[in-house]
C-alpha cells in the first residue's frame, strides 16, 4: 500500500547572476538576473522549483509559505495551492508574491512526481511527444554582429524555425532603428523562418501599427505587447490593423486577467508565464479559459520550467527559448533540453521535471 509521505522541510535561496552582455528591451536595461529557486523535502525526496524575481521573494516564502506547506500530504497539491493563494491575500496577489508563490507551486508538482517516479508529463497527462520553441533575445543594446551571431545560432546552428528580437528601442523613440533590425533579421533567418518582434509596450497605438506595416516586406508573424499589455483596447485595435499575431499576456497574475485577455478580444495568442502566474496549478486554468475562447497558449520565458506543463496543454502554441533564462537553467541544471530542430522533449526516464540542481555551480551566484 502507498503511503502518502508529508512534507518535512521547505527553504530557499536567491541567486544573481550578469548578463553575458548589457541587454535592454523596449521599456528597461539591465545587467543581471536574479532567481528564487525553493526546495521542498519529503525523506529523501526533493522537489524542485523557481522563478526570476526580487530577493524579497524569499521572505514571503519563509514567513508566509513555508509554514502552509511543512506537514501537507506530498499528493495534496491542490490543496496546498488553494492554501497559498488565500493567504496572500492581503499581501498583494500580483507581482512577487504571486512569483514567489509559483515557484513553490512547481516545487509542489515536481516533488509529487518524484515521490510517484514518474515524469512530470506524464503524471499532468501528456497530449503530445515534443513541445516547439522559439529563439528569444535580440536585445535592443546588440550591435548588428551581437545580432547576427545570436540569430545564426539559432536558425543555422540549432535549426531553430522560428525567432523573436526585441524593438520599440527607448519606449519607441527610434523606430528607424528598429525597421533596420527587424531587416536585418530576416535577411539572417532566410524567408523560411518565422520571425517575431518584441516591443514590450513601447509603443503607442498608431506608432506600432505604423512600425510593423512598414517592415510588411520583412513579413513579421508575431507581434508581442505592441503597447501596454494594460491597454487592451490597444491592443485589439493594433490586432485589427495588422496582419502578425498579436500576443500579450505574461504579467497575467489571476484567472480574471487571462478571461480579459480573451473577452475583449485583445490577443490572437495568450501569453502565460507559470513562474508569475501561480504555477503549474494556475497555467492550465489559464489555459482552460484561452481555450474555451478558441486561443492558443505560449509560455513565457523560462521554458525549462514549462516543458512538462506545456506537454500537456492541448491549446499550446509553443515556448520561449529566452536567451537569459537559458544561459542560467544551463548553467545551474543537469537534465536541461536541447532545443535542436526547433521543439523539446523531456527525458521519459527521469523523474519530476528531471532538473537536477548543481549547488556548486550556482553557489557562486548566491546572495541569500
Not at 535592443?140 to 536558425?155: D, F, H, I, R, V
Not at 475562447?293 to 527559448?321: D, K, Q, Y
Request: aromatic share 8%.
Amino acid at each position: 500500500m502507498f503511503l502518502d509521505p508529508v512534507v518535512e522541510d521547505v527553504s530557499v535561496a536567491v541567486y544573481t547572476v550578469p548578463t553575458d552582455a548589457p541587454e535592454a528591451d523596449g521599456t528597461i536595461a539591465w545587467n543581471s538576473t536574479t532567481m528564487v529557486l525553493v526546495q521542498i523535502r519529503a525523506g529523501n525526496v526533493t522537489g524542485l522549483g523557481f522563478t526570476y524575481g526580487p530577493v524579497a521573494c524569499a521572505a514571503v516564502v519563509e514567513d508566509v509559505l513555508a509554514p502552509l506547506v511543512r506537514g501537507r500530504a506530498v499528493l495534496d497539491v491542490g490543496g496546498a495551492h488553494d492554501a497559498m493563494t488565500k493567504a496572500v491575500r492581503n499581501d498583494g496577489r500580483r507581482g512577487a508574491v504571486g512569483y514567489v508563490l509559483s515557484a513553490v507551486d512547481v516545487a509542489l508538482w515536481d516533488l509529487k512526481a518524484r515521490v510517484l517516479g514518474l515524469p512530470l508529463y506524464r503524471l499532468l497527462g501528456a497530449v503530445r511527444a515534443e513541445v516547439a520553441v522559439y529563439g528569444s533575445g535580440g536585445f535592443t543594446t546588440y550591435s548588428p554582429e551581437q545580432l547576427a551571431a545570436q540569430l545564426n545560432g539559432w536558425t543555422h546552428d540549432q535549426a531553430i524555425p522560428r525567432v523573436k528580437i526585441k524593438i520599440g528601442e527607448s519606449w519607441g523613440t527610434c523606430p528607424d532603428r528598429d525597421l533596420e533590425r527587424i531587416a536585418q533579421a530576416r535577411e539572417i533567418i532566410g524567408q523560411d523562418c518565422a520571425l517575431f518582434v518584441d516591443a514590450n509596450g513601447a509603443y503607442t497605438r498608431n506608432q506600432a501599427i505604423r512600425v510593423v506595416s512598414a517592415a510588411a516586406e520583412h513579413r513579421v508573424d508575431w507581434f508581442e505587447e505592441p503597447v501596454s499589455s494594460d491597454d487592451l483596447d490597444g491592443l485589439r485595435e493594433i490586432r485589427n490593423a495588422v496582419g502578425a499575431d498579436v500576443a500579450a499576456g505574461e504579467y497575467g497574475s489571476t484567472l480574471d486577467d487571462f478571461r480579459l485577455f480573451c473577452t475583449t478580444q485583445a490577443v490572437d495568442v495568450l501569453q502565460i508565464d507559470l513562474s508569475r502566474c501561480g504555477g503549474i496549478t494556475e497555467w492550465f486554468r489559464a489555459a482552460a479559459i484561452a481555450a474555451a475562447h478558441h486561443l492558443e497558449v505560449s509560455g513565457h520565458c523560462a521554458p525549462h520550467l514549462h516543458a512538462h506543463a506545456a506537454m500537456a496543454t492541448p491549446n499550446l502554441r509553443h515556448l520561449e527559448w529566452f536567451h537569459d533564462h537559458v544561459r542560467i537553467e544551463n548553467l545551474f541544471f543537469d537534465g536541461t533540453l536541447d532545443p535542436r530542430g526547433g521543439s523539446v522533449r523531456p527525458d521519459p526516464q527521469a523523474p519530476g521535471h528531471g532538473l537536477v540542481l548543481r549547488a556548486a555551480d550556482a553557489e557562486r551566484y548566491r546572495i541569500y
